[in-house]
C-alpha cells in the first residue's frame, strides 16, 4: 500500500520501516545464533573428546577408542534401522488412511491421536516399554527362538522381553508420528488435478495412489522417515530403561545380550563416571553428533533429488 | 495484524517472568524469615548415589529441628564426592569405599588435620531370584559366582541341586541380571565374591559390569524389575527394594543367612578396622570370609567424610550437628524406615560420634 503514495516513478530503493529493519535483524541473528549453537556444541565436544582418543589403552579398558565406541555405534545403528524398518510402512500406510481412505470425519480425529503419541515423553514410553511391552513380548521370544532359531537373528536364549528387538519396537512407536504427520500432509498436497486425472483413465483407487501420490510425495516421505530415524538414533531414556545392554556385538536380537546405544550408554554410565572415561563418553557423543548430521545431508540429499524428477 | 499478535504473546509471557521472579523472592524471603530455632546455614555435600534416599531422610529430619537450616547432598556417585570433598567443593562427602591411602593424605591437607570418616550406611545387598515354585534357595559365593560368570547357566545344574536339597529346580536357563549403569551396589556385591570366591570371579570389584554375559538393567528398580518380569531369573539389589522377591540365602561358615538388617549390622561387628590411619578414621576392611553364621556378608558400606576442624564456625556447627543427626539413633533410625538400611550398632554409633563431637572452627 505504501509504494501507491509514492508519486515519484523510478524510484529503485524499497521503503524501509522499523518493523522491516528490526524482523529481518532478528530472524537474521536467530538464524546465526543456531549456527553459533551448533558450531558451540561441535567444538566443546571435540575438545572435551579429544583426551579419550589420546589416552592410553590402560585408562580406557580398550585398546583403543574406536573398538570402545564401535558397539555402541553399532548398536544405535542396528536398533534405528528396526525401527525404521517397522515404522515406516505404518506410517506411510497410516498416511494414506488419514490424507485418501478413512471418511474426513474419521481422518481428522485418527490424525489427531497420532500426534498426540509424538507428545508422549520418552519416559514414559520407557515405562510402557519395560512394565508392560517386554514381559508380553518374551512369550513370543521364546515362540520365535523354537520356530526361527536357525536364524542368526533368533539365536536366543529368549529368558528376558528387553532385547533390542522390543527397544526397536518403542523406537518405532516413537517415531511413528513424525513419519506420519508430515506423509500425511505431503500425501494431502497431491494435486488434486493429477487424482481426478488418473481416476478419469480408469485407475483404481490404489492406482491413483501409487501414480499420482507415491511420486508426488516421495522426496516429503524421506525426509519424514529422515526425522524419524534422527529422533531413533539420538533417543535416549527409553532405550536407557528397556534395553538389556552389554555391550556384545551381534545381530542375535532376542537374547538377553544385546548392543548398548551410544545415547543410552551416555546416559547409564554418565552418573558413576570420573577423569578420562568421561572424555570418552563425551567422545561417543561427538561420533552420534557426526552420524545424525551424515543421516540429515543424506536425506536432503535424497530429498532434493526426488525433487528434481518430481 | 502481526504486531498485535506479537505483543499478545510478549505482554503474558513478560507478565510471567515477573510474577516467577516475585515468587522467588517470596520464597527467599519466607526462608530467612524462618531460622528462629536450631542451627541455620547452607551446608553442600555429595557423593554416593546409594546414600541418597537415606539422605533426604536425614535432610528432611535435620531441617525439621532446625528451620533456619539447608542441607543439599548432590548425588554425582562415590569417586566425584571424595574429589568435591578434597577440593573443598564439599564441606563433607558420602562414598561407597573408604578413602585410599592417598585420599586419606590429601584429606589432611585439605583439612588441615585428619578428616573423619565415618561409617553412616550399611544395606545389605540381597541376591534376589524369581523361580516359581521355589520358596527358599541356599547358595554358596562359589555358585554365586559361576553363575553371574555364566559358568552355571542351567537352574538344575548340580551344584546348585546339591545346595538345595528336595527343592524341586526347573530345567531352565538362568537370566542372570545386572545393573548396566556404574553402581556402588555392584562394586560391592563383586568386591564379596572376589574376596571369596576369586576363582569363580575373577574379574575383580568394580562399578561397571566387566562382562557380556547376562542382563543389564538400568538402577536399582530395573534389576528389581527385570527379575520380576522374567521368570527364572537371578539379579542383586539392595534388601529393603526387592522385599516382593526371594532372598538367596548365602552360605557363611557351615550355615545359610538370609539378608537382614541384624545380620548386616552383624558383620561390621566382626570387621576389623583398615590398618594405618588415623584415629579419627573407622574405615573397616569387611570380613567377608567370616565363619561367623549369624552376619550377612553381602553388605554396601558407605562412609561420610568430613573434616575435624572447618575455617568458620557456621560451617563447623553445621556438619556437626548434621552428622550427629545422622549417626544417632534418630537418623539411623530414619534411614532403616525409608532407605531400609541396617541401623548401626550401638558400639560403632558411639564411636562415630565421639568423633564428630571433635568438630570444631579453626
Request: net charge negative.
Amino acid at each position: 500500500m505504501a509504494t501507491a503514495h509514492t508519486t515519484e516513478a523510478g524510484s529503485s530503493r524499497a521503503v524501509r520501516r522499523p518493523g522491516d529493519v528490526i524482523f529481518s535483524g532478528l530472524s537474521t541473528g536467530a538464524a546465526f545464533l543456531i549456527l553459533a549453537a551448533l558450531a558451540g556444541v561441535a567444538i566443546f565436544l571435540t575438545i572435551e573428546g579429544w583426551p579419550a582418543v589420546t589416552a592410553s589403552s590402560g585408562e580406557l579398558g580398550a585398546d583403543n577408542i574406536v573398538l570402545h565406541v564401535w558397539p555402541l555405534l553399532f548398536g544405535t545403528l542396528l536398533a534405528a534401522a528396526i525401527a525404521m524398518l517397522i515404522a515406516t510402512p505404518l506410517a506411510i500406510g497410516l498416511a494414506l488412511v488419514i490424507s485418501h481412505y478413512a471418511p474426513r470425519r474419521l481422518a481428522g480425529p485418527i490424525g489427531a491421536l497420532i500426534d498426540l503419541l509424538a507428545a508422549v515423553p520418552s519416559v514414559v514410553y520407557g515405562l510402557w516399554g519395560i512394565q508392560y511391552l517386554a514381559p508380553k513380548m518374551l512369550p513370543v521370544y521364546q515362540w520365535l527362538q523354537d520356530n526361527l532359531g536357525f536364524l542368526p537373528f533368533f539365536e536366543g536364549p529368549a529368558t528376558t522381553g528387553r532385547t533390542l528387538l522390543t527397544a526397536s519396537v518403542v523406537l518405532a512407536v516413537m517415531a511413528l508420528p513424525i513419519i506420519t504427520s508430515i506423509s500425511r500432509e505431503v500425501f494431502a498436497q497431491t494435486p488434486v488435478l493429477h487424482q481426478e486425472a488418473a481416476l478419469a483413465l480408469g485407475a483404481t483407487r490404489w492406482e491413483m495412489i501409487r501414480l499420482t501420490v507415491f511420486p508426488y510425495g516421495r522426496s516429503g516421505v524421506i525426509s519424514a522417515a529422515m526425522l524419524g530415524l534422527g529422533r531413533a538414533l539420538g533417543e535416549t531414556m527409553a532405550i536407557a530403561m528397556v534395553l538389556s545392554a552389554t555391550g556384545v556385538i551381534s545381530f542375535n536380537l532376542i537374547s538377553n545380550q544385546n548392543p548398548s546405544t551410544i545415547a543410552a550408554n551416555i546416559a547409564l554410565k554418565f552418573p558413576e563416571s570420573t577423569g578420562v572415561h568421561v572424555n570418552v563418553l563425551i567422545f561417543s557423543g561427538l561420533t552420534l553428533f557426526v552420524v545424525t548430521f551424515l543421516v540429515n545431508f543424506a536425506g536432503r540429499w535424497i530429498a532434493s533429488r526426488g525433487q528434481v524428477k518430481g | 495484524m502481526n504486531r498485535t499478535s506479537l505483543r499478545r504473546t510478549l505482554v503474558p509471557a513478560v507478565a510471567a517472568v515477573a510474577a516467577i521472579s516475585l515468587t522467588a523472592c517470596g520464597a527467599a524471603n519466607e526462608d530467612s524469615n524462618d531460622s528462629d530455632k536450631g542451627l541455620s546455614g547452607t551446608l553442600n555435600g555429595g557423593g554416593a548415589s546409594s546414600q541418597e534416599a537415606a539422605q533426604t531422610a536425614w535432610r528432611a529430619g535435620f531441617q525439621k529441628d532446625n528451620g533456619g537450616a539447608t542441607v543439599n547432598y548432590d548425588p554425582v556417585g562415590s569417586t566425584g564426592g571424595r574429589e568435591g570433598f578434597l577440593d573443598g567443593g564439599f564441606a563433607f562427602a558420602g562414598t561407597d569405599s573408604y578413602l585410599s591411602d592417598e585420599e586419606v593424605a590429601k584429606a589432611k591437607e585439605t583439612c588441615g588435620t585428619d578428616a573423619i570418616e565415618v561409617p553412616a550406611y550399611v544395606s545389605p545387598i540381597a541376591v534376589i531370584y524369581n523361580l516359581e515354585g521355589v520358596d527358599s534357595l541356599k547358595l554358596s559365593p562359589q555358585v554365586i559366582g559361576d553363575i553371574f560368570n555364566a559358568k552355571i547357566t542351567k537352574w538344575n545344574d548340580p551344584k546348585i541341586a546339591e545346595l538345595n536339597d528336595g527343592v524341586d529346580l526347573p530345567d531352565a536357563d538362568i537370566n542372570a541380571v545386572h545393573r548396566s549403569d556404574g553402581s556402588g551396589t555392584t562394586k560391592n556385591f563383586t568386591n564379596y565374591l572376589t574376596n571369596v570366591a576369586p576363582e569363580n570371579w575373577p574379574h575383580g570389584a568394580i562399578e561397571d559390569w566387566p562382562i557380556k554375559n547376562g542382563e543389564g538393567a538400568n538402577g536399582t528398580s530395573g534389576v528389581v524389575a527385570a527379575v520380576k518380569d522374567n521368570p527364572n531369573s537371578i539379579g542383586y539389589a539392595d534388601a529393603s527394594q526387592a522385599t516382593e522377591l526371594g532372598h538367596v540365602e548365602v552360605q557363611v561358615g557351615e550355615g545359610f543367612v538370609a539378608p537382614s538388617a541384624e545380620a548386616a549390622a552383624k558383620i561390621l561387628e566382626v570387621s576389623t578396622r583398615v590398618e594405618g590411619r588415623p584415629a579419627t578414621d573407622m574405615a573397616i576392611d569387611l570380613d567377608y570370609k567370616t565363619s561367623d553364621s549369624s552376619a550377612y556378608p553381602v553388605v554396601l558400606t558407605s562412609y561420610l567424610v568430613a573434616c575435624q576442624q572447618y575455617p568458620d564456625a557456621k560451617t563447623a556447627d553445621l556438619v556437626k550437628g548434621y552428622l550427629t543427626y545422622v549417626v544417632g539413633t534418630a537418623g539411623q533410625q530414619a534411614a532403616a524406615d525409608n532407605a531400609g538400611s541396617a541401623p548401626l550398632s550401638a558400639a560403632l554409633a558411639d564411636e562415630a560420634l565421639k568423633h564428630i563431637a571433635d568438630i570444631s572452627a579453626k
